[in-house]
């Protein structure tokens, strides 16, 4: 096992035969224990594995283990399973963490605490473990069951007072038992995810890494290069030109930020000249219902459709798209290829094609036996990913499925043409061959702007379509974007970033001359921006520098201060030294 982390999970919870865990919506959180603990580690930074039993944990090397997560309900732990935990406590630094057992359970030993006979609740948590004091004032209360402490255990957190997270060393190593379930208080506030990232960050026996995303806004704008603006009767709004595209792009600039634009680089004619007139690279073309033309070459004109006199002009979203990208203040991602359902003629036929929702939904359930019937390669990701390496010579890392509409068999397409994230309003992190879905990230409309996105210290997705600044202006964009900035958002990121920071994994090493941080790809894209990386060391000094290394290059990175144990360092680009 090369894994840092190991968590063992409930035997039905996560399935091995599954490539998708998850399901991109909500999932009751006694559901998804082992899951959201494993997309919370992959967002520190740490590679991780899952045993889906206890026998699975016997043959396990502990060798570089640093976590062991009991993601399962902890009564279930035999008394065999326990010893095994122990002699591993002994022998190596890891940091076990579950929820408390009760009283009676083998693991109460081990932990040197249990479940509480009286419910807690509260508003005010404190951390007063291993490293600097913390605290956080719930918005709403947070319950859990509370604990019984004895022996040599410590309270490490309390809820208004009261032990909320104990702990103990164990030969080597150190164990921590939750006095309410996580996935539970992820779900009431996101002060309980930022307190397990205090958890397993500060009582960690050693010293140890983890990517700092606090106060990251993804930022996703969904439609440059459809159709579906032309065509439904719902949906319909002119393109974003040029001028509006410099706007956008001055804005992102002065304040160094990144955004995602999930383009759909099919543009599907209804073959009505009667409706509109169609130019392709200054041409009009032969028209045919269903036909697939290149958006960046697109130039449509309505004239008896749902807004007569619109020009909607594709090659000068084009343009001004390709201007953003070579500032560095954007890049493009798969938003399908043509955002209609994959029977073209079908909806080209359809007397409700320019008004049924149904018809502008790609990879839904409703177009699942048409995508059976395509080989992959006809498949409409992989001519969408073709489309758009061809356009914009960029390889890929997100899907964002058109409607939020989706198949686990269109994720396991999406998977075996290499993609690394999936966005709806969860996202989906590739874990090795599955994606993950994590409730940790969600997606908010950009004009729902609030502090309390950010409590957990991970990053959020803003999304929006190109209808708002079309309909409302750039302002619109400027005003959500200064609302964000004051709720918190220090750093405005888009996919390609985020997959090049959570693709990675992060290993802290002590070697002759000192510590050292290497870190590893687990299919990631290069880096488009330095990567921020926090650095702590236990009863120790900070170095001023650290060896790192990274991309192929042993690099001496400068450390800065944020606490008397915490540092942060800035993985460089390829081009910086």
């Known amino acids: 096992?090369?894994?840092?982390?190991?968590?063992?999970?409930?035997?039905?919870?996560?399935?091995?035969?599954?490539?998708?865990?998850?399901?991109?919506?909500?999932?009751?959180?006694?559901?998804?224990?082992?899951?959201?603990?494993?997309?919370?580690?992959?967002?520190?930074?740490?590679?991780?594995?899952?045993?889906?039993?206890?026998?699975?944990?016997?043959?396990?090397?502990?060798?570089?283990?640093?976590?062991?997560?009991?993601?399962?309900?902890?009564?279930?732990?035999?008394?065999?399973?326990?010893?095994?935990?122990?002699?591993?406590?002994?022998?190596?630094?890891?940091?076990?963490?579950?929820?408390?057992?009760?009283?009676?359970?083998?693991?109460?030993?081990?932990?040197?605490?249990?479940?509480?006979?009286?419910?807690?609740?509260?508003?005010?948590?404190?951390?007063?473990?291993?490293?600097?004091?913390?605290?956080?004032?719930?918005?709403?209360?947070?319950?859990?069951?509370?604990?019984?402490?004895?022996?040599?255990?410590?309270?490490?957190?309390?809820?208004?007072?009261?032990?909320?997270?104990?702990?103990?060393?164990?030969?080597?190593g150190a164990v921590a038992a939750l006095g309410f379930h996580p996935s539970q208080a992820r779900d009431t506030d996101g002060a309980a995810t930022a307190l397990l990232r205090q958890l397993l960050t500060s009582a960690a026996v050693g010293p140890v890494a983890w990517f700092d995303l606090e106060g990251s806004l993804v930022l996703r704008m969904d439609d440059p290069g459809g159709a579906q603006n032309v065509f439904s009767r719902s949906w319909s709004y002119p393109k974003l030109e040029e001028a509006a595209w410099r706007a956008i792009g001055a804005d992102l600039a002065e304040r160094k930020g990144r955004i995602s634009l999930a383009y759909v680089a099919g543009w599907v004619d209804d073959g009505d000249p009667k409706r509109g007139v169609l130019k392709v690279s200054g041409s009009v073309p032969e028209r045919a219902p269903g036909r697939i033309h290149p958006s960046p070459c697109v130039v449509y004109e309505d004239l008896a459709g749902h807004a007569p006199g619109t020009v909607h002009d594709y090659t000068s979203e084009f343009r001004g798209i390709q201007a953003l990208r070579r500032a560095g203040l954007a890049e493009v991602e798969l938003h399908g290829y043509t955002h209609l359902h994959p029977d073209r003629a079908a909806w080209a036929g359809a007397g409700d094609r320019y008004e049924a929702k149904g018809w502008y939904r790609e990879f839904g359930h409703r177009a699942a036996a048409a995508l059976a019937s395509i080989p992959i390669s006809e498949h409409p990701l992989a001519l969408g990913i073709a489309a758009l390496r061809r356009h914009f010579g960029v390889n890929l890392t997100t899907l964002v499925p058109p409607g939020d509409e989706w198949t686990n068999e269109v994720l396991a397409s999406a998977l075996d043409l290499g993609l690394q994230l999936v966005d709806s309003y969860y996202l989906a992190i590739r874990h090795q061959d599955r994606f993950c879905w994590t409730t940790h990230v969600c997606a908010p409309y950009l004009d729902l702007a609030d502090s309390s996105w950010f409590d957990a210290g991970l990053p959020v997705v803003g999304y929006f379509h190109d209808r708002e600044p079309a309909l409302e202006g750039v302002g619109w964009l400027t005003e959500w974007l200064d609302r964000w900035q004051t709720a918190g958002a220090r750093r405005l990121l888009d996919f390609r970033e985020l997959a090049s920071t959570v693709g990675r994994h992060l290993h802290v090493e002590n070697r002759q001359g000192g510590m050292q941080l290497r870190i590893t790809s687990d299919g990631a894209p290069r880096p488009v921006r330095p990567i921020p990386v926090s650095v702590r060391v236990p009863d120790g000094r900070l170095p001023s520098r650290l060896s790192v290394s990274f991309e192929g290059r042993d690099l001496s990175l400068e450390v800065e201060p944020l606490q008397r144990e915490v540092g942060r360092v800035w993985l460089p680009l390829d081009s910086e030294s």
Do not use: F, K, Y
């Not at 940091?95 to 479940?115: C, H, K, W």
């Not at 410590?154 to 702990?167: D, F, S």
């Open 1 to 172: 096992m090369t894994a840092r982390a190991l968590i063992l999970s409930s035997g039905d919870e996560l399935p091995s035969r599954e490539r998708i865990w998850g399901t991109g919506g909500w999932i009751p959180p006694e559901q998804r224990e082992a899951l959201d603990w494993l997309t919370l580690l992959r967002m520190l930074g740490w590679e991780s594995s899952v045993a889906g039993s206890q026998a699975e944990l016997e043959p396990a090397s502990v060798n570089g283990l640093r976590w062991v997560i009991l993601g399962c309900d902890p009564d279930s732990l035999a008394e065999d399973t326990v010893a095994l935990l122990e002699r591993w406590l002994l022998e190596e630094p890891i940091l076990i963490v579950g929820r408390a057992p009760s009283r009676d359970a083998p693991l109460a030993r081990l932990v040197g605490a249990a479940r509480g006979p009286d419910p807690i609740a509260g508003g005010e948590i404190r951390w007063l473990g291993p490293g600097h004091g913390q605290a956080w004032q719930c918005r709403r209360p947070l319950e859990g069951t509370g604990l019984e402490v004895e022996g040599d255990a410590a309270v490490w957190a309390t809820l208004a007072g009261r032990p909320l997270i104990a702990g103990r060393r164990v030969g080597r």
